[in-house]
C-alpha cells in the first residue's frame, strides 16, 4: 500500500510541474510508465549475475540510453524532440531508483 501511495504522489507531482510548460498528454504517461519498466526489468535481469550495485547503474543507463535513443529517432524522423519526454523518462528512473529500497 505504501509503494502505490508513493508512485501516485510521484506521478500526481511530476505530471503536474510538467503540465505547466509542456503539452500534456498520454504520451508523457508512456515515457514515464516505459522508463520504470525498462528500469525495473534490466535490473532484476542483471541483479543476481553482476550484483546490486552495478545492477542498480546498467538498469539506469539502459533506461536512460533507450530514451535518449527514442529522441534521436523523433528528431530525425517524426519532426523533433520534446525536452518533456526527457524529463518523464527521468521521472520513471527515479521512480525506480526510490522503490528498490522498499524491496530489499
Known amino acids: 500500500m505504501k509503494r502505490i501511495i508513493i508512485v ?44 546490486y550495485k552495478k545492477a542498480k547503474i ?15 529517432i523523433d528528431e530525425r524522423y517524426r519532426g523533433g524532440w520534446e525536452q518533456g519526454d526527457i524529463y518523464a523518462n527521468m521521472g520513471g528512473i527515479i521512480l525506480f531508483r526510490i522503490d528498490i529500497p522498499l524491496h530489499q
Open 8 to 51: 501516485v504522489i510521484f506521478l500526481f507531482l511530476s505530471l503536474n510541474l510538467s503540465a505547466q510548460k509542456f503539452k500534456m498528454g498520454g504520451d508523457k504517461m508512456l515515457h514515464f510508465t516505459a522508463s520504470y519498466t525498462i528500469s525495473h526489468i534490466t535490473y532484476h535481469y542483471l541483479q543476481p549475475r553482476v550484483g
Open 58 to 72: 546498467y538498469s539506469t543507463i539502459i533506461s536512460l540510453g533507450t530514451g535518449i535513443i527514442k529522441e534521436i
